[in-house]
């Protein structure tokens, strides 16, 4: 069987024994390998120093296998077999649309970013999975660098040598509150300084606002923390007061023009990315899932209201 080029996969020692025995000899070895018949005896000659063995017996005719020679040559057969198979998965790993990424996002990020995402990617590409780990951002940039998932979408991600940083859109973090509480058109000031504001305050971008409001001496008629967005935006929909919250996160599966801005400024723009190792290998999965979430993220800077 003649060879178009060397298999890496297998070691030359062990392809030229093979050959030798398929082709009962060393000058039709030599002639199907592209060798010399010296370097074929030589390869065989080490390779028997290097198991302690006799694998070929020279006859006038050719050569025939020892014991040895046929129990290496059942093996041989089998790392070629492994080595056949292992290409087709690479190549297939590397050209087909196949394979298995694990993605991290916060929950209520995921919430309004992930469902339409999956959708069409899940019917577009049914042999590629996507498996979600739920953490907050920098947990998720952490989980990336430390290679335990592929792929976070992060916001405001930090810089690492590690990591390439993938832009995907912004969001504003404002204050904002139930529809009903505008039917009096009073003053943005006013409004906080009559109702109670729920916030997270384990958020920087809660804290920037928070400071801008105490130095402009605005305070609210009482403050209510949570640790959740979700807890956040249930209070602000039951009318409990106002809330700081990313917009997109207020405005998801609510009614349109249930959840208004109090007012913008202070505020706080957020910047969700895409984070990876600088390492991943891109392989075709891998460029289909980095081309959907650059296509989801061009989508929501296209409809900023969405």
């Not at 949570?226 to 917009?247: M, Q």
């Not at 600088?278 to 891998?286: N, P």
């Not at 979430?293 to 989508?299: P, S, T, V």
Request: some cysteine; charged content about 25%.
């Amino acid at each position: 069987m003649k060879r178009s080029a060397p298999d890496v996969l297998v070691p030359a020692s062990i392809r030229v024994f093979a050959a030798v025995a398929e082709h009962g000899g060393v000058t039709a070895a030599a002639r199907v390998l592209g060798l010399s018949q010296p370097a074929v005896s030589a390869a065989i000659h080490k390779l028997e120093e290097e198991l302690e063995t006799t694998l070929l017996l020279r006859t006038s005719r050719g050569v025939s296998l020892t014991a040895t020679g046929h129990a290496l040559l059942v093996h041989a057969q089998g790392m070629e077999r492994a080595a056949t198979e292992a290409r087709r998965e690479i190549g297939g790993l590397e050209d087909e649309p196949r394979g298995r990424f694990t993605i991290g996002c916060h929950e209520s990020l995921g919430a309004y970013f992930l469902p339409p995402l999956f959708t069409h990617f899940f019917a577009e590409h049914p042999a590629i999975d996507l498996v979600l780990s739920n953490a907050n951002s920098r947990d998720v940039e952490r989980a990336v660098i430390e290679r335990r998932i592929d792929f976070g979408v992060v916001v405001n991600p930090e810089q690492h040598a590690e990591s390439i940083v993938t832009p995907l859109f912004v969001d504003r973090v404002a204050i904002v509150a139930h529809r009903s509480l505008f039917r009096n058109k009073r003053p943005w000031r006013e409004m906080i300084a009559e109702h109670a504001l729920v916030h997270a305050p384990a958020l920087r971008q809660t804290q920037f606002i928070l400071g801008a409001l105490d130095q402009a001496g605005v305070v609210p008629r009482r403050a209510v923390p949570c640790v959740s967005l979700e807890l956040v935006k249930s209070l602000v929909l039951d009318r409990v007061g106002l809330g700081i919250l990313p917009l997109r996160v207020a405005r998801y599966h609510t009614p349109e023009d249930t959840v208004r801005v109090v007012v913008k400024d202070p505020g706080f723009d957020d910047r969700i990315a895409l984070v990876r190792r600088v390492d991943l290998h891109v392989t075709s999965a891998a460029r289909l899932v980095l081309d959907a979430f650059a296509a989801r993220g061009k989508e929501l800077t296209r409809h900023p209201n969405n």
